[in-house]
């Protein structure tokens, strides 16, 4: 294969174990959230040309999250990287000023090769809503689609704030007020919705891929041999040797290897109530029938469906406060999530 990989996926689906399922084989590497497009790249930025010191700024921010993390605050001063930025800056900066892509690419494949691999593996759930302009740009490309029961999907969003005491440190104070914000029974669901309604478009193109959560868990040798198979690069034993770690619900248990075991129905269990389900499985129900997933008895109230929906316009509002410095063109970002 020549192209890289592109793991997607509602948020909470299992991306992150599929990459770091991905970043033990002997190919690739992976590329943690950079949220390229739609944070550092929207339609308005084809075809134009960036100058050395907009190159500079762009490849300081990608390399910051990538190597620090998310929350690390970005300076172009630092010296931290200042010497590869410039070789790279020198490299990208010939007759033609480069585009953003341009950028992005040379940093995808920069890092893989610092990092011994060949093939970058970029995993950043909301790249489902941009796979025209993935496979636009990148035409060898191969994507992983994760999916999940949405009612799993919620109950970890629901609990996602909680990250920061089960093993996520980095995770800072303002993140988990951002994510409480977040969380809403019908937004949950609706975003869900809209990325399945997407994946559909897809369905039957070569280079797009729908992997169940649930099966990676259940049959993890098998599904990955299928993942392995649709990238084009062989099946490695140890990419299963992974960290139990990243679960909203469990402490993070690095000592322990492996894929977890999967829990039946957790969130009926442990926290959706059920006017969260009753939502849930009202928005979700047409996908929740394409992939497998079973409805159940809610047994909602009319006053809790009321009472939660009447809630939802000002949670919309506050999220979107919330999150407006991590989008590049609002309008664009709320067409692509909400359209489905």
């Known amino acids: 294969m020549k192209g890289p990989v592109f793991i997607t996926g509602n948020s909470r689906s299992g991306t992150t174990m599929m990459m770091r399922i991905m970043d033990k084989h002997s190919l690739l590497h992976s ?7 739609g ?5 308005s930025d084809e075809g134009i040309g960036l100058s050395r010191a907009e190159t500079e ?14 929350f690390e605050s970005v300076s172009e001063h630092s010296p931290k990287f200042k010497d590869e930025v410039t070789e790279l800056v020198d490299r990208l900066h010939g007759a033609d000023p480069p585009s ?13 090769s610092v990092n011994g691999k060949v093939v970058p593996c970029e995993k950043t759930p909301q790249n489902i809503f941009y796979i025209q302009e993935i496979l636009d740009h990148f035409p060898e490309a191969r994507i992983v689609n994760m999916v999940r029961d949405p009612r799993g999907t919620m109950l970890s969003q629901k609990n996602k704030w909680k990250r920061r005491a089960l093993g996520a440190d980095f995770m800072t104070a303002k993140e988990v007020r951002r994510l409480k914000a977040n969380y809403h029974p019908i937004t949950m669901s609706r975003l869900w919705k809209s990325a399945i309604d997407t994946a559909r478009r897809w369905k039957g193109t070569p280079a797009v891929m729908n992997v169940r959560f649930e099966s990676l868990l259940s049959d993890a040798e098998a599904t990955l041999r299928e993942v392995c198979s649709h990238i084009g690069i062989p099946f490695e034993a140890d990419m299963m040797d992974i960290p139990h770690a990243g679960s909203s619900l ?5 000592t322990k290897r492996g894929i977890r075991k999967p829990t039946e ?7 959706l109530l059920p006017a969260e389900l009753h939502w849930c499985q009202k928005i979700c129900g047409a996908g929740m029938k394409e992939h497998g997933y079973e409805p159940v008895e809610t047994h909602a109230g009319t006053f809790s469906i009321i009472a939660s ?32």
């Open 309 to 340: 929906a009447m809630t939802f316009p000002f949670k919309v509002i506050l999220a979107l406060m919330l999150n407006l410095s991590r989008v590049r063109n609002l309008v664009d970002t709320i067409k692509r999530r909400l359209k489905g």
């Open 265 to 271: 129905r957790t969130w009926q269990e442990k926290g």
């Open 250 to 254: 469990k402490a993070d248990e690095h």
């Open 100 to 112: 953003r892509v341009a950028v992005y690419e040379t940093f995808l494949y920069h890092e893989a």
């Open 39 to 43: 944070t550092h790249w929207s339609p």
């Open 57 to 70: 700024r762009l490849l300081f921010k990608l390399l910051t999250v990538q190597r620090a993390g998310f």
């Open 31 to 37: 590329i943690n959230e950079p949220h390229f497009f």
